[in-house]
């Protein structure tokens, strides 16, 4: 049996033990939380080897962790800690540390992290499984897999499983049960989430803990129910009856066959029914099996048994005493919330107590006999056993919110007398419907497809259900969302108002908001905190924060208040943020099925399914999907279904379709895309559309050239083009060209239809840029220049332009110290004296720019001088030496006593005539100011303007080493002569002739081949200009080398009487060639050194007479 140690840790400081990681072990069940309280939790473990273990705590990540006493676990065993002493409602991080040597070595696992009991008025999150079926029937491993990831994701408080996840079918030993329960137990099953996420149990039909198994000879409940306490710490009297209510009846030895055999042991309390309450809300779960003590239906459902069959929906039963604590259970409550949890309701309607609201006026759970109109609970639950009133009345009486159950396989929401009964959608079955009890129920209000599970948020003012898809094409999405008010059973505070407001609320990226929540209010306390949700990640915890927008997008802000006793509201306003030049894209809807040309036979079902996205609103919902459907028969624009993105129909008569989806974006924009499929007859083979574009990038306006026609048809030919830019605008031509006036990516979607009516969609993403913003152009004049004090001066800014936007401010200050802000001021300056007033304009998207202008102030009598500027050349390349004038100046009562110029580029010169050189492209003003012997000034300008220079190509340079050889020829080639002479060599691309590539400057490459070529190199400098260069490489083939002949017969010095038959044979090898053939042999002999005679030709070997008496010589030529 498990060991269970509980801990009370009063502020133990963190014991200074040696810490390395060593001797890795692992765990058959990594660390699973169980039974959270407000002071506690249990952690549960499975080590494979002995080990020591501890854990240590913290509640702030890099703080300092308490230590848990040190502790030994058995391999193979599970070992449970109850760590006591802890804060309510607060989040702890913790990890594991475990010792294979007795303390000399500790190895460190990963820190996770949980929570206790939340305060009333607290939000959270929770989440509900039912049906995995792993090793069941139905169930997928993987799928299952994919939904505990999603709720890991998503941190809930704790998860709540409705049973049908341990497969006790068949099972025959308390060892095959601790294996069906440990595999689940895996790291890679629910140690996916139990590290992190307290896990509590409601049993299943396929837990096989019906009461009319108790008393088998081998008894699948009392397996189960000993691997289930050995594996998951689930809430029994001894847990903290402070904080958990469960029930105390115990298994007994007359409950089992066997007498004792089969009894759990010290602890034999059955840990099947329980509740507790966690913030606003009680929950209940509660077990419709173990008192069950008739099986009133055969063994179809998967239930074993050797019990005889009988009774009817009446045997299903919860047992009185569980009866009466359910009722004192929700009458002590006054909770905002109750939710009741089981595997399925008592009795329900045919088929092994299938279904949920409908039958929830029946039998022992709603009190009526089968007809409906009976009324049976008086007679079949007699008051004087102790039976008070029927399920159903119970949960009216005293206000629950929702009864969530499974068992049937996907996902129905109903709603019966005010009270939700929510069927749980199985965690791992696919996308389809499982035991469909529910289409002729008037309670139902949704039913949806498998698979997923649902995450509920409970806050003071709602509690939000959302069930989550875990298969299928929308895995992680909420594919129905609904909430359940509260039922006003709260204890006393009331909770504050969120008030939140935002200005503004639309207009173009990048876009500020300024946010009030100060408006919140508590009528019986104060607001504590504020917390800002502004939908794109930011946050803020100010009462009136403010928040730019960068991204086009419609965002929801939320605004979550905190009163002085803990209790929330929340309150949201919406922000709609369009691109630049407010034009809104459309949407892009996509037909998943039917597929393009698809085939159906007459009459057969034909499922269709979609999506929409859009590039403003996101992942749009299918409140505005339309599905029309156009061929034979059929009557224009005939709609078959709205408002989903799925559905199915009977196939037409023969002949070829097409089915259409239309879909609308918030701001009412529509889009469609078509595909086509047949019925009957021979399948038509669909189009393939290729869409390609150039340039696919750019700034805006940017015109792009569309090709489609490398469209092509198997079958046919294509018909039409339909092109959808994604901007709202359209072609029906193959290659048609397209201006894109405002930035954003687009899709543009091309449609090709071949000659029966078949379709297929290729997309292009083009993505627009905004033009650098152009800066404004300040100008300003005055009225008058100069004069005498005081000197009154109209100023003219209002001629200052800007090219790609409009002014939004002007900004004077005219070097007396004075300011302005409108476009065209007057100042009067009281001293004499020069000054210079200067205007800053700034565009609406935040550039500036300056203009000056010099006012000189005199006292009476002196008259200023008059300031001539010139220059030679005024534009040209950079670098532009230019020649500036100011020599012509004059004064008409004095003299010019100095000059003084700047250039607008950072440089000055004081005389009459400077040169100066720019190095930079740009506009440049060069001022002058000319000063006389009475201290009078005057300015003059001249604008120059400097052109970036013509960018010069690189020069490519290649070279080889060698340049020609045998095969294999190894040659290193050399790019890096190559050179640029107004930049930087940027990349080098060499094709070798051969196939061969390569983009390193000086690379080597070896020829396997004989043949001549010719090598390219392309270099490209840093500002895209490219030079090719080549060199030729001649490869040959190697040295042909002579064959070698071999005699093996006659074996040398060999004598032969006259008329004697003589044997010849020999072989012939080439060492480029290899074997020589036959073919290439030649036979000669030579008697007594004479001429040679050749005697046999194209084989091997043979044989010849010797005819006369002589010294022969036997010769082989091969070639």
Known sequence: MRRSLAILLLGIIATCLPVVLFAQVTFSGNELLGNPTDKSITINIVPDSNIDVFYQFRTTQGGPYTDTPVLSASAGEPHEVVIDNLQADTRYFYRMQYSTNGGSNWTIRAEHSFRTARSVGSTYKIALTADSHVNIMLGNLSEWQSTLDLIADDQPDFLLDLGDTFAMDGIASESTADAAYLYQRDPSIMGRVSPSVPIFLAMGNHENEEGWNFDDVDPQPIFGMKARKRYFPLPSPLTDPAFYSANTDPVEASDVANGNSHIIGDDQYREDYYSWTWGDALFIVFDPFQYTMQNPYGASAGEGGDEIVGGDRWNWTMGVQQHQWLKETLENSHAKYKFMFAHHMLGGTANYVRGGAEGAHMFEWGGYEADGTTYGFTSKRPAGEGWLEPVHEMMKTYDVSAFFHGHDHHFVLEERDGIVYQLVPAASQGTGLGFNNYTSSPYVVSTQNNSGYLRMTVSPNEALVEYVKSTGSNVGQVQYAYTIEPNGGGTGNTPPTAVASATPTSGDAPLSVSFTGSNSSDSDGSIASYAWDFGDGGTATTANPSHTYNTAGNYTAILTVTDNEGATDT??????????????????????????????????????????????????????????????????????????????????????????????????????????????????????????????????????????????????????????????????????SHTYSSAGNYTATLTVTDDDGATDNAQVTISVNSPPNEPPTAVVSADPTSGEAPLTVNFTGSNSSDSDGSIATYAWTFGDGITANTADPSHTYANAGNYTATLTVTDNQGATDEAHIAITVTQTGNNPPTAVASADPTSGEAPLAVNFTGSNSSDSDGSIASYAWTFGDGGTANTANPSHTYNSAGNYTAELTVTDDDGATDVAQVAITVNAPQNQPPTAVASANPTSGTVPLAVNFTG???????????????????????????????????????????????????????????????????????????????????GQVASYSGTGTDAEDGTVPASRFRWFYSRNGGAEVQFATGQTSGSIVAAASGSYAVILEVE
């Open 571 to 736: 309150d949201q306003v919406s922000i709609t943020v369009t691109n630049p030049g407010g034009e809104n894209q459309p949407p892009v809807p996509v037909i998943a099925s039917p597929q393009s040309g698809q085939n159906y036979a007459a009459g057969a079902i034909i499922s269709f399914s979609g999506s929409a996205t859009d590039p403003e609103d996101g992942n749009l919902n299918a409140s505005t999907a339309e599905w029309r459907v156009a061929g034979p028969g059929i009557p224009v624009n005939y709609v078959i279904a709205s408002g989903t993105f799925s559905g199915s129909g009977q196939a037409p008569s023969t002949g070829n379709y097409s089915i259409t989806l239309e879909v609308q974006d918030s701001q009412g924009l529509s889009a469609t895309t078509t595909t086509s499929f047949t019925v009957g007859g021979s399948p038509n083979t669909p189009p393939t559309a290729v869409a390609s574009a150039t340039p696919t990038s750019g700034e805006a306006p940017l015109l792009v050239n569309f090709t489609g026609s490398n469209s092509s048809d198997s079958d046919g030919s294509i018909t039409s083009y339909s092109w959808n830019f994604g901007d709202g605008n359209n072609a029906t031509t193959a290659n048609p």
């Open 976 to 1058: 890096s002569n190559s050179s640029d002479s107004d930049g930087s060599i940027a990349t080098y691309t060499w094709t070798f002739g051969d196939g061969g590539t390569a983009n390193t400057a000086n690379p080597s490459h070896t020829y396997n081949s004989a043949g001549n070529y010719t090598v390219t190199l392309t270099v490209t400098d840093d500002d895209g200009a490219t030079d090719d260069a080549q060199v030729a490489i001649t490869v040959n083939e190697p040295a042909n080398t002579s064959p070698v002949a071999t005699i093996t017969q006659p074996v040398n010095n060999t004598n032969y009487s006259v």
